[in-house]
């Protein structure tokens, strides 16, 4: 299989785990086993008795029956287990396309969305990011012109890594029309999901309102669990679920017992979970926003209604590589280029951790320290020489 470096997980394999100051995390604030075990009366003892033998590869019973209470339409039998969201990600492309298929991908987008699907073969047609006002778009006329006789999936992300857009149900009908209009399959990544800033923005799983959709969920983000590791993909049609299976037999064959019992866990608590994340969320956006308004001339932003993250718009030049390495160098604070994502002139934040207000405040030393417009050109200096 010839497939291209996956850039973020190159980027971030360098720089996450020793930049001092990190303001691009796309998951919330993760906690300890024993926080988590603290959530339940009686799991510390059933988690130090657990036995450690070969787990059911399609998933534990009791956590398939967790998962499923999320859904709707999804019952445990619909759902197959996996490690993290990359593993269903792939074993769904590999199980379901050939070469010469069709798929449109809503980017930017997390690029094994995209890179796995070329690797096989397919020809990749990109539905980008539109920006009105500064919001974030998708012309869904702009879906349905690039649909064919050989369109077979089409991969959607809401809430929408990088950008923080979110589907609308009228939109997400729509786009659920057009699909069963041509039987199409939807795979939508929902890792994001549940963590609306209010309820109001809430929006059912493809899963649950498409009979040929599928879903992806993870305990890392909305969750802020990303240690165990646990993901699953989720669809009524059974066919998909099978294939899936019988592929993952070649990769991870189960999953970690004490992960699949920790996942129940915290599946079981969710709404605690949730909630703790979703006040820290709203603690820091306030934050964020009086950073904008200082610093208007150089940046923009759209502001979202669901998820951890967002996309900043370089006002002044488009070199957001050098932005990053820069920040990183003089500060220690580490950013996401856009040019991750193939999208210059823009960077990822992120605000669902704890420590987020301290990466910004050296962010804020940074832009003020080194950074300068002049006659419309972005450019970054020493202070200490001007």
């Known amino acids: 299989m010839k497939i291209e470096p996956f850039k973020l997980e190159?980027?971030?394999t360098f720089h996450e785990h020793s930049a001092q100051y990190s303001l691009c995390n796309s998951d919330c604030e993760a906690m300890t086993i024993g926080d988590l075990l603290s959530l339940e009366e009686s799991s510390k003892e059933a988690f130090d008795n657990m036995w450690l033998g070969y787990t059911e590869t399609q998933g534990s019973p009791e956590l398939r029956q967790n998962i499923s209470a999320i859904y709707k339409n999804i019952q445990p039998e619909n759902l197959l287990v996996c490690t993290g969201a990359q593993e269903p990600i792939f074993l769904f492309c590999h199980a379901i396309l050939m070469a010469g298929d069709e798929v449109i991908v809503q980017t930017p987008c997390y690029q094994s969305l995209q890179s796995v699907p070329e690797s096989i073969g397919c020809n990749v047609?990109?539905?980008?990011?539109?920006?009105?006002?500064?919001?974030?778009?998708?012309?869904?006329?702009?879906?349905?012109?690039?649909?064919?006789?050989?369109?077979?999936?089409?991969f959607l992300n809401t809430p929408h890594n990088p950008t923080g857009f979110h589907f609308t149900k009228e939109q997400q009908k729509t786009i659920v029309?057009?699909?069963r209009s041509h039987n199409i399959i939807i795979f939508c990544d929902e890792v994001y999901r549940e963590l609306e800033h209010n309820p109001i923005f809430a929006i059912p799983a493809f899963a649950d309102v498409y009979e040929n959709g599928v879903s992806v969920g993870v305990m890392s983000k909305a969750y802020g669990l990303p240690g165990l590791r646990i993901g699953w993909l989720a669809t009524q049609r059974q066919s998909i679920t099978d294939k899936v299976a019988m592929l993952k037999e070649y990769t991870t064959i189960c999953n970690s017992g004490p992960s699949e019992f920790l996942a129940g866990v915290a599946l079981r608590n969710r709404n605690k979970i949730l909630d703790r994340n979703l006040a820290i969320v709203k603690a820091n956006l306030p934050l964020y926003e009086a950073f904008f308004k200082k610093h208007d001339e150089l940046f923009s932003?759209?502001?979202?209604?669901?998820?951890?993250?967002?996309?900043?718009k370089m006002k002044q030049g488009r070199d957001d590589m050098q932005l990053a390495e820069q920040a990183l160098k003089q500060n220690g604070v580490l950013l996401l280029p856009g040019s991750i994502y193939d999208y210059e002139g823009y960077f990822r934040i992120g605000f669902g951790r704890v420590k987020m207000p301290e990466a910004l405040e050296q962010f804020d030393v940074f832009v003020t320290n080194h950074m300068l417009s002049l006659k419309g050109q972005f450019v970054l200096f020493n202070k200490s020489t001007t």
């Open 125 to 154: 047609l990109k539905w980008n990011v539109q920006h009105e006002e500064g919001a974030p778009s998708f012309d869904i006329d702009i879906l349905k012109s690039l649909i064919t006789n050989k369109t077979k999936v089409i």
């Open 301 to 312: 932003w759209y502001k979202p209604n669901a998820g951890p993250i967002a996309f900043v």
């Open 10 to 12: 190159r980027y971030y």
């Open 177 to 179: 029309e057009i699909a």
